[in-house]
């Protein structure tokens, strides 16, 4: 393994879809242009962001190939692969790795509720099918399965292939344990764009973002500031921003997400069921927030 796969920011994309409910090639290929052009440093397809629950096989396999082809090397893809079923996330893995992904984010597999041996046992049957980096990522309140700090550690020291974490627990304890005790090798990325800036000044490299889909500059600077150890300017605009990161989960995400995207005119804003769209209450104080937080993390950045 080569190590770190990058430092900095990596949206975790949505997927665009049309209004006959099929994924928005040309509408994905416009975001992974702007998230470039903006300076992300990686992208991340197909995460929960990226609805990847309700992507069909087929989607999956021809979102990688375009992403990839599209993408072409200008920055890291990496792309989600984990369920709950150890067997389709090994197919989906090996497929990902197939089309050319620079890592696989693989999720604690959700309604199973594994002990954790189970999910050291999940990684490795998936690190035994491809050599490709692997970031592990950890919200259970999606799965309903905390990965503890001594189950990421025991698998970044005994699978050279695991090479990072996204850790969206908010608990702070636990991600210090494992800034604390981490090989050389392993990355640790906010799984949430409100914990940034505190796990940035511990060490932190970067964020796997959602708020990064609709604001990819400001929340970009924000991560290379804290990076370069400029945290004068971070906290600056971690502070002009905080009202949009929380206003992205008013809803479920990415329901606000995407209602912002489609106000830019970016992509037609449709979701899939389960999910549906916001009620009108909701869908302006999403508003008010993004519109406050535009003004500010403007005068943010100019002082």
Known sequence: MNGIIFRGTA????????????VDDVALKRLIDRQIDAGAEALVILGTTGENATIWPHERRRMTDLALEHTAGRVPVIIGTGNNSTGESVVFSRDAAQSGADGLLVVGPYYNKPPQRGFIAHVAAIADATDCPIVIYNVPSRTGLNIT?????????????VVGVKEASGDLEQITDILRHRPAHFAVYAGDDEITLPLLSLGADGVISVLSN???????????????????????????????????FF??????????????????????????????????????????TSMQQFAAASR
């Open 11 to 22: 949206p975790a994309l949505v997927t665009p879809f049309t209004r006959h409910n099929e």
């Open 149 to 161: 700090a001594e189950t990421t550690l025991a698998l970044a020291d005994a699978i050279p292939s």
């Open 214 to 248: 609709v604001l990819p500059g400001p929340v970009g600077t924000l991560v290379r500031a804290g990076l370069c150890g400029d945290f004068d300017t971070a906290r600056r605009l971690h502070l002009a921003l905080v009202a949009a990161m929380r206003a992205c």
């Open 251 to 292: 809803d479920t995400n990415p329901i606000p997400v995407k209602a912002m995207l489609a106000e830019l005119g970016l992509i037609d804003g449709c979701i899939r069921l389960p999910l549906v769209p916001m009620e009108a209450e909701t869908a302006a104080r999403v508003r008010a927030a993004f519109r406050a």
